[in-house]
């Protein structure tokens, strides 16, 4: 019988076989190539990246660009790149990064530093949060292509009618709900409660309102028992039980809460930006009455919403690290940008993009975004941040269903964090 952590390994090399049988893109157009880089993307993407590839193709001579396409699970992507570079195997020259595997890639030494290409005298030329997301440990190694993060979506004309104005705080926003909804028809307020990352992001933004922490990756403090985080943590999990929220919320991903809030029966969205072009396209009952904002927050906290984004890393493995390098510099061009976010409505990472009246003319919401995102919350830059977040996930989501308090739901996750991560340590550069 073949042991269970085999059958995973084994089953996920069959999967990135397939991936890279499967989703390999066709010989170069522009004559027969002499070096090829290749990167993993989701499918839903890959179309988009076609262009960026055939460009850099006919820039580049006997180039080949290998679009290789994997699963739309993040999860499952991670666990393909995982395979590979643990393996050190250079399939992959290039890593298309979430915003939070940075830590946990570079830490592995699976990533090269990108700090000669990339000085930091470039940061002016991207988005702040988006570039530092990049940076573990005093180096560069990923360099953002699209950004993202959580806003607040409402009702401008409900608001209206009501004579209420955007909630400034969560008690504001808990009391609007209510008042503008009319449960089972009308909630007031939809968010992402499923047991996955989009909770620990919706908790992270509520939290940083309550003006708390999470963890501190400096020192390893672990701020979930402070009053803060728990005040936060009682928001969350009172909102369905004073029906402000579905009594189903602790189910919801983005698109169950999106499509409440798309059909008209909701007068509050916590989602993504892609929810707003949604609402706003041809057709749509929502165009021009949608608002949006950050999170509220309270005294003691402030404003802001979850950063998210991708990026584009060079394998150590790779047999072409130059050429990989070169095609990130490609493809954080304008040209580029405009090639993924125009037909999209994804947020580019490249300041020069605000401004570009391509961009602004398919999604002129990219002006309000760019102001928005100075307020951004950053989740934790640990290595083993998605192991930390497995066990915020698992007791916010024991609250949410009641098994669990939300002061001794948090008082359980601090004690596995701990344990997690080891024991607190001073800040780089003190002593102790």
Request: hydrophobic content about 40%; overall charge negative; proline content about 9%.
């Amino acid at each position: 019988m073949i042991a269970p952590k085999k059958v995973i390994w084994a089953a996920l090399v069959l999967m990135s076989t397939a991936a890279v049988g499967i989703g390999c893109a066709p010989p170069s157009a522009h004559g027969p190539a002499t070096s090829t880089i290749s990167v993993l993307l989701p499918p839903s993407e890959r179309p988009f990246w076609q262009p960026i590839a055939n460009g850099f193709e006919a820039a580049h001579p006997g180039t080949h660009v290998d679009l290789v396409e994997g699963p739309q699970s993040t999860d499952l992507r991670e666990s393909l790149y995982t395979t590979s570079l643990l393996a050190r195997d250079a399939t992959f020259d290039l890593v298309y990064l979430d915003v939070t595997w940075t830590p946990k890639f570079a830490a592995a030494g699976w990533l090269r530093a990108l700090d000669d290409s990339f000085p930091p005298s470039e940061r002016e030329h991207f988005l702040p949060h988006a570039w530092d997301a990049g940076i573990f440990d005093g180096h560069l190694y990923r360099v953002p292509v699209r950004t993202d993060m959580g806003l607040l979506f409402y009702r401008q004309d409900w608001l209206d009618s009501a004579h209420v104005h955007p909630p400034a705080t969560f008690e504001q926003l808990a009391e609007d709900a209510v008042v503008l909804g009319d449960p089972p028809a009308r909630w007031g307020y939809v968010w992402q409660g499923a047991q996955y990352e989009g909770l620990v992001c919706n908790y992270l933004e509520v939290l940083t309102g309550y003006g708390g922490y999470w963890i501190d990756p400096e020192t390893n403090d672990i701020g979930l028992e402070d009053p803060e985080a728990v005040a936060a943590a009682h928001f969350l999990v009172d909102a369905p039980q004073v029906r402000a929220s579905p009594p189903g919320v602790g189910t919801y991903q983005e698109e169950e809460s999106r499509r409440i809030f798309q059909d008209g029966r909701a007068a509050f969205l916590r989602n993504w930006p892609y929810a707003y072009r949604l609402s706003q396209q041809a057709g749509s009952p929502l165009v021009g009455h949608v608002g949006v904002l950050l999170m509220p927050a309270t005294d003691g906290g402030r404003p802001s919403g979850t950063l998210g984004g991708w990026g584009l890393g060079v394998s150590t493995y790779s047999k072409n690290p130059e050429l990989a390098t070169e095609f990130i510099r490609y493809a954080v061009s304008i040209e580029s940008q405009r090639a993924l976010c125009a037909p999209t409505g994804y947020a580019p990472a490249l300041e020069a993009a605000y401004l570009d009246s391509t961009l602004l003319a398919v999604n002129p919401f990219l002006t309000r975004f760019r102001a928005l995102h100075r307020h951004c919350t950053v989740r934790p830059a640990i290595a083993r941040y998605a192991q930390a977040s497995d066990i915020l996930q698992r007791h916010l989501s024991a609250a949410l269903a009641g098994i669990e308090s939300p002061q001794m739901a948090l008082e359980h996750a601090a004690h596995e964090t701990r344990l997690l991560l080891g024991p607190r340590h001073p800040p780089r550069g003190t002593a102790g």
